[in-house]
C-alpha cells in the first residue's frame, strides 16, 4: 500500500528519520493507546462521580449536582492557571491567543489588557498542563466551579479548589470507583477495534517484539485487553506480547530504578524477584534501564508509543533516548477537516499575496505624499481606493478564516494550532515524538520495515516552494 492511497486519518506523520529496520522491541501505553475509550462517555463518568466526592469529602455546595458535563470544554494542551482560575490556549513561544474565566471567555481588549505582549512562565508551578484526554471532566467541573463562585461573589482560593478537584479525580482511580465501574461494564467505555490487533500481529509476524507497559494494575488491565483484544486473536492477548510491564510508574519508569516483581498471569499475586527479565514474562515496577540490560537492547532499538505527551514521549526521550510515537487521537476528526479545506487555504494565501502587493503600492502613495511629489490630490484618491480594496479583502480573508474553523472545537480550535502559530502542545510534539498518528491501527497500513522520513521544514529565508 502507498502512502498516498492511505486515508488522512490513517497516517503516520513524522519529526524524525526512524527506521523500523533497526527497530527490535515495540512498547505499548494500555489506556487511550492499545484500549480507546468511549471518551464523552467516559468523561462523563468521571465529572458525576468527582461531583460527588467534592461535595461529600471537600464541602462543595449541593448546588453543584446540577452542574452539566461540557466535553467540548477542555481539549489537549490547554494551560490552567491555578491562581487565577483562567485557562489559556497558547502558543510555542508562550503568548496567550485564547483565554477565559472558569467558562467565560475574555474579550479581545480584556485578554490584551490582562496578558499584553508578554508570555508566560510555564515552568512556574502555578500553570497545570492538560496532556490528556482523562483530564476533560476534572478541567469542566473546575471551570464551573470558578464560575460558581464566581457568581454568588464568595471569594475563594483557587488554587486550593483545583487541587482538591484534582485530587478527587486520582482518588476516583486508585479508589477504583472509576475503572471498576469500566471493569464492570467494559460496552459502555471501551471501542473494540480489530484493527490495532491486526497491526500488532503484522508486527509480530515480521520479526517485531511487543511489550505492553502501562501504569494500569494486572487486574483492569487483564479486563480492558480481554475485551479489546480476545474477540479478535485465536489465543489469550498476553501471547501476543513478549513482555508485559504493569502499574510501571510511568514517567518514573523511565528515570528511577526501582525494582521489578513478577505477576502470576491467573491470581494477579506477587512475588518478588532477583534475577533478570526474561522475554514472555509478566512482571509490575522496574524500570527501563534493567529492560535494556537484561534483554540486550539499545535505546535506539526500542520504539515506545504512548498517548501522554510527558508521561509517555518527552521523559523517555530526554531520560533515555528511545524512539518515541504518540498517540493523538484528536487527529482522527482534525487532518481530515484540514484536508478537505486545503482549497480555502490556498485562497486565503493567494488573498494574502494580494493584500501585501496593495499594501505596498499603498505605502509608496504614501512617501509620495509625504514628499509632496506628483499631484497630491490624485495621488490621495488612489490611496483612498487601495484602501477600501484592502477592507474589502480583510472581510473576505476574515470570513475564508472562519470557513477553515467549522468543525474543530468552538472554543479553542486546533489542537496543534493557537491561531496561526503553532500551539504549545504541537511544540512538544514536533520536538520529542519521533512519529505521531491518531491511533495504532495507523499502524496496520505501514510497513514493519518502514523507513519513515520527515519532510523538509522551510525556514523565514527560504524560497516559497511547496514540499511534497
Known amino acids: 500500500m502507498t502512502e ?33 475509550y468511549n471518551v464523552p462517555v467516559f468523561e462523563a463518568k468521571a465529572y458525576e462521580i468527582l461531583k460527588e466526592k467534592l461535595i461529600h469529602e471537600y464541602n462543595c455546595p449541593p448546588a453543584i449536582r446540577d452542574f452539566e458535563f461540557q466535553n467540548d470544554f477542555i481539549i489537549r494542551g490547554l494551560v490552567i492557571d491555578t491562581e487565577t482560575g483562567d485557562f489559556l490556549k497558547v502558543n510555542r513561544y508562550g503568548f496567550v491567543r485564547i483565554a477565559s474565566h472558569g467558562t467565560k471567555f475574555y474579550s479581545f481588549e480584556e485578554q490584551k489588557e490582562r496578558y499584553g505582549p508578554n508570555g508566560i512562565d510555564l515552568s512556574d508551578s502555578r500553570y497545570y ?13 473546575y471551570a464551573q466551579l470558578v464560575d460558581y463562585y464566581d457568581s454568588i461573589s464568595e471569594k475563594v482560593n483557587y488554587r486550593r479548589l483545583f487541587l482538591e478537584v484534582r485530587k478527587c479525580l486520582n482518588d476516583a482511580h486508585q479508589e477504583k470507583e472509576l475503572k471498576g465501574e469500566v471493569a464492570e461494564h467494559p460496552e459502555k467505555y471501551l471501542i473494540q477495534d480489530q484493527r490495532i490487533v491486526d497491526a500488532l500481529i503484522k508486527f509480530k509476524k515480521f520479526g517485531k517484539k511487543l511489550a505492553l507497559i502501562t501504569n494500569s494494575d494486572y487486574d483492569y488491565s487483564r479486563k480492558v485487553m480481554e475485551y ?30 526501582n525494582r521489578y516483581q ?29 529492560l535494556e540490560k537484561h534483554l ?15 508521561g509517555d514521549v518527552v521523559t523517555l526521550k530526554e531520560a533515555i533516548g528511545w524512539r ?43 512617501e509620495k505624499m509625504w514628499l509632496k511629489t506628483g499631484d497630491r490630490r490624485a495621488l490621495h484618491d488612489k490611496w483612498e481606493v487601495i484602501r477600501s480594496q484592502l477592507t ?48 495504532v491501527a495507523n499502524l496496520y497500513y505501514y510497513s514493519p520495515f518502514k523507513y519513515y522520513r520527515s519532510k523538509r521544514r522551510l525556514l523565514a529565508h527560504d524560497p516559497d516552494i511547496d514540499i511534497v
Open 4 to 36: 498516498k492511497s492511505i486515508s488522512s486519518d490513517c497516517k503516520i506523520f513524522v519529526n524524525r528519520t526512524l527506521n523500523m529496520n533497526s527497530v527490535k522491541l515495540i512498547g505499548f501505553d494500555m489506556d487511550y493507546t492499545l484500549a480507546t
Open 129 to 141: 498542563i492538560v496532556h490528556t484526554l482523562f483530564s476533560q471532566a476534572e478541567g469542566c467541573i
Open 228 to 257: 479489546c483484544f480476545n474477540p479478535f486473536l485465536k489465543v489469550p492477548w498476553q501471547k501476543l506480547f513478549d513482555l508485559v510491564i504493569v502499574a510501571a510508574n510511568k514517567p518514573d519508569y523511565f528515570t528511577a530504578r
Open 262 to 290: 513478577k505477576v502470576d498471569p491467573d491470581t494477579g499475586l506477587l512475588s518478588n524477584f532477583y534475577g533478570q527479565i526474561e522475554w514472555n514474562g509478566l512482571y509490575q515496577g522496574g524500570n527501563a534501564s534493567i
Open 296 to 310: 540486550n537492547l539499545k535505546a535506539s532499538e526500542i520504539l515506545y508509543i504512548g498517548d501522554h505527551i510527558l
Open 324 to 366: 518515541t510515537g504518540l498517540v493523538v487521537q484528536e487527529l482522527a476528526e482534525e487532518v481530515p477537516i484540514l484536508e478537505s479545506t486545503q482549497n480555502v487555504h490556498q485562497q486565503i494565501a493567494d488573498k494574502m499575496a494580494e493584500k501585501e502587493r496593495l499594501e505596498d503600492t499603498s505605502l509608496e502613495l504614501r
Open 392 to 439: 474589502k479583502l480583510d472581510e473576505e480573508i476574515r470570513e475564508l478564516i472562519f470557513a477553515t474553523q467549522e468543525g474543530f472545537n468552538k472554543n479553542w480550535g486546533e489542537v496543534m494550532r493557537a491561531g496561526n502559530e503553532i500551539s504549545r502542545f504541537a511544540t512538544l510534539v514536533e520536538r520529542y515524538a519521533c512519529i505521531y498518528m491518531a491511533g
